[in-house]
């Protein structure tokens, strides 16, 4: 008899670990699955520059290949890249690292974070993390069999990291403190004197320091300072950091990881059994990008204020609160005084205005009340999705 595999009694277990059976799905690629089945739709969802890599960069790949480099490289990368990564950190973040044994090039700098958690962690490590917070924090901390645990963030304190909230969660287990300023999705940026309190808590208490600095070189106010630099640190502290933001490369997907010799060093076994290497043709043009791309990603950046300062406005004329963020490529206005959820506030815009934002609580529980969205669209593109996020208003029965 023909087994019927669909029978109970012939259904095999899962054999997905249930570490991994138990994470849910990016709240951001789940909604942009909807999102891909529409037309007309203005998007200021994905987190993703509208400009194309420049010219002399994507030359420099093209050369590249063009010149038969075509093999493998180091597993740390090339030492070319390498150098120009240690002088570009020493000279833009103040922190002075060894190209030859404390830079890691890793396939964007999601990689680096991946391979950092696991480099580190022993199952039920503790990853303090600050919430609104990019959507594969948690479930990276998870996959490497850490616990995540979350520190929020307000509003009113600008989304900045209480240093005496960061106390409350501290616990015998508490390994890794994981910051990301600029700040994905609030635009959040850390002064010195706010660094430096956090810097002196990871310090009593032994903490090792992830600090995601992939928008760093968006930073519309004060000039940027990495926590690496401040007295200290350097030794307890793994600087990423890459290429897609700053300079347009995000489908080059190279990103890097700096910091003491000895989790380099475990880093890079993880990453010689996983990955072997970056492409070598992302690595070339991404060193063309440090060493001549400076003046590109300036450009780029004052296309973002401006776009910023439009997008704000609008939101707080149409009674949407919303504070002016001082790094990245988002906004995260309240939509709280509509009364409906983030979600529900999402699904209803797009499919009656066509405008896609992500839901607040894609980026964890106190981001409920808000959305996010990405300047990095046309500043036509983002005057009419404003007009159309007003047409919503007036819809719901929203008033100013």
């Known amino acids: ?133 990019f959507v594969s924090y948690p479930a990276e901390v998870r996959m490497a069999h850490g616990v995540p645990v979350p520190v929020e963030t307000y509003a009113k304190d600008d989304f900045a990291l209480d240093p005496e909230v960061l106390r409350s969660k501290l616990t015998s287990k508490s390994k890794v403190l994981l910051l990301n300023f600029p700040c994905n999705p609030t635009g959040a940026v850390m002064k010195r004197q706010q660094l430096e309190k956090i810097a002196q808590i990871a310090i009593e208490h032994d903490l090792l320091v992830f600090t995601d600095e992939i928008y760093s070189e968006l930073n519309y106010g004060e000039k940027h300072v990495s926590i690496a630099s401040l007295p200290g640190m350097a030794e307890r502290t793994i600087f990423l950091h890459g290429f897609s933001k700053a300079f347009a490369m995000t489908g080059w997907r190279v990103g890097y990881a700096c910091g003491p010799v000895d989790i380099i060093d475990a880093m890079m076994k993880i990453h010689q059994y996983s990955i072997m290497c970056a492409s070598t043709t992302a690595q070339e043009a991404a060193t063309e990008a440090l060493r001549n791309g400076a003046k590109y990603m300036e450009e780029m950046r004052e296309k973002y204020r401006e776009r910023r300062d439009i997008m704000v406005k609008g939101f707080n004329e149409l009674g949407l609160t919303c504070i002016v963020p001082q790094g990245a490529f988002y906004a995260f206005p309240s939509i709280a005084s509509t009364g409906l959820s983030s979600t529900e506030f999402a699904e209803k815009l797009l499919k009656s205005q066509r405008v896609a934002v992500v839901p607040g609580n894609a980026f964890g529980a106190c981001g409920e009340g808000f959305i996010r969205c990405c300047y990095a669209a046309s500043s036509e593109e983002i005057i009419e999705a404003l007009k159309r996020i007003g047409k919503f208003l007036e819809e719901i029965g929203h008033s100013k």
């Open 1 to 133: 008899m023909k087994k019927n595999m669909n029978d109970s009694k012939f259904a095999r277990k899962s054999f997905v670990a249930e570490h991994i059976a138990s994470l849910p799905k990016s709240g951001i690629r789940k909604f942009f699955d909807l999102v891909n089945t529409m037309d007309d739709v203005i998007s200021l969802g994905v987190g993703e520059p509208d400009f194309t890599t420049p010219w002399t960069i994507r030359e420099s790949g093209i050369f590249s290949i063009e010149k038969g480099h075509t093999s493998y490289t180091s597993n740390l990368g090339t030492m070319q890249l390498r150098r120009a990564i240690s002088d570009y950190v020493a000279k833009n973040y103040g922190v002075t690292y060894n190209p030859a044994n404390q830079c890691l090039v890793t396939v964007g700098v999601s990689e680096a974070l991946d391979i950092a958690m696991r480099a580190v962690l022993d199952p039920g490590d503790e990853v303090i993390y600050t919430e609104p917070c």
